[in-house]
C-alpha cells in the first residue's frame, strides 16, 4: 500500500517547537537520538503511525541553533481544526504568532487563519467541525 508518511522540517530548538504544536493538539509520537549523525528526529502528530495519519518530523542538527531559511518553495502545514477562531486563540495564549485571524478565505466560504510555528514554518488552520 502507498500512503502519505511525513513532511520533515529542520527546527533550532525541539523544546520550543514541541511546545508550540501542543498547542495544536499533537503530541510526540517518537524520538531517535542519532549520536554519530549529531542530529534528533521527533515525530509529532495526532495518531500513532499505523492508524495511517501523516505525521511531522522536527529534525535537530545539534549545535544548529541560530535556525534555517525556511526558503521560497515550502508553502504551509494545514490542519483541519473543528473551530478556528478557538485554535488562534490557544496559539496566541501560548505564545504563538497569529498571522492571519480567523475567517473566511477570499472568493470562498471555508474558515481558515494561519499561524506560524517558533521557526517561522505557516500552519493553516481550516474549520473542520466534522
Same mark, same amino acid.
Not at 500512503?3 to 517547537?17: E, I, P
Given at each position: 500500500?502507498? %500512503?502519505?508518511?511525513?513532511?520533515?522540517?529542520?527546527?533550532? $530548538?525541539?523544546?520550543?517547537?514541541?511546545a508550540?504544536?501542543?498547542?495544536?493538539?499533537?503530541?510526540?509520537?517518537?524520538?531517535? /537520538?542519532?549520536?554519530?549523525?549529531?542530529?534528533?528526529?521527533?515525530? *509529532?502528530?495526532?495518531?500513532?503511525?499505523?492508524?495511517?495519519e501523516? /505525521?511531522?518530523?522536527?529534525?535537530? $542538527?545539534?549545535?544548529?541553533?541560530d535556525?534555517?531559511?525556511?526558503?521560497?518553495?515550502?508553502?504551509?502545514?494545514? &490542519?483541519? &481544526?473543528?473551530?478556528?477562531?478557538?485554535? &488562534?486563540?490557544?496559539? %496566541?495564549?501560548?505564545?504563538?504568532?497569529?498571522?492571519?485571524?480567523?475567517?473566511?478565505?477570499?472568493?470562498?466560504?471555508? &474558515? *481558515?487563519?494561519?499561524? /506560524?510555528?517558533?521557526?517561522?514554518?505557516? *500552519?493553516?488552520?481550516?474549520?473542520?467541525?466534522?
Amino acid at each position: 500500500m502507498v %500512503r502519505y508518511l511525513h513532511t520533515m522540517v529542520r527546527v533550532k $530548538n525541539l523544546d520550543d517547537s514541541i511546545a508550540f504544536y501542543k498547542l495544536l493538539g499533537m503530541h510526540e509520537l517518537r524520538r531517535r /537520538e542519532v549520536p554519530d549523525g549529531q542530529y534528533t528526529l521527533v515525530f *509529532i502528530g495526532y495518531a500513532d503511525n499505523a492508524a495511517g495519519e501523516a /505525521e511531522i518530523e522536527l529534525t535537530y $542538527n545539534w549545535g544548529k541553533d541560530d535556525g534555517y531559511d525556511v526558503g521560497t518553495g515550502f508553502g504551509h502545514f494545514a &490542519v483541519g &481544526v473543528p473551530d478556528v477562531a478557538a485554535a &488562534v486563540e490557544q496559539v %496566541r495564549a501560548g505564545g504563538g504568532k497569529v498571522t492571519r485571524e480567523a475567517g473566511p478565505v477570499k472568493f470562498g466560504t471555508s &474558515v *481558515i487563519a494561519f499561524v /506560524e510555528d517558533p521557526d517561522g514554518y505557516k *500552519i493553516e488552520l481550516i474549520q473542520r467541525p466534522d
